[in-house]
């Protein structure tokens, strides 16, 4: 069904900046909520940033001002630009959906396999 595939990973130095995409296939997003989890090594996976259909946002506190969620859904791609990127941000980074709005972090169902961010010091 739905299939999701991440990209933009990579290392940076911490104030870096990456931008991670995520191609959607199998689906139109249009009807679906877009979200970016991360995990970290000896960590449960984690709800970062969410966006509805009408463009509404939702970001976890520790990434609130310097990363920014948002979606293309003519070219069914979801993006995530992530800003002055700090050591605490190293993770594998998830995009993911659910069908219908976000409302909850356990809605999501479809993943993608992962990108990884490593933020040196």
């Known amino acids: 069904q739905v299939q999701l595939a991440e990209s933009g990973g990579g290392s940076v130095q911490a104030g870096g900046s990456l931008r991670l995409t995520c191609d959607v296939s199998g689906d139109s997003i249009r009807t679906y909520c877009m979200g970016w989890f991360r995990q970290a090594p000896g960590k449960e996976r984690e709800g970062v940033a969410s966006i509805d259909h009408d463009g509404t946002t939702n970001y976890a506190g520790s990434v609130k001002g310097r990363f920014a969620i948002s979606r293309d859904n003519a070219k069914n791609i979801l993006y995530f630009q992530l800003n002055t990127l700090k050591p605490g941000d190293t993770a594998m980074y998830y995009c993911?959906?659910?069908?219908?709005?976000?409302?909850?972090?356990?809605?999501?169902?479809?993943w993608g396999q992962g990108t990884q961010v490593t933020v040196s010091s």
């Open positions: 993911a959906a659910a069908w219908g709005w976000c409302e909850t972090w356990s809605k999501f169902a479809y």
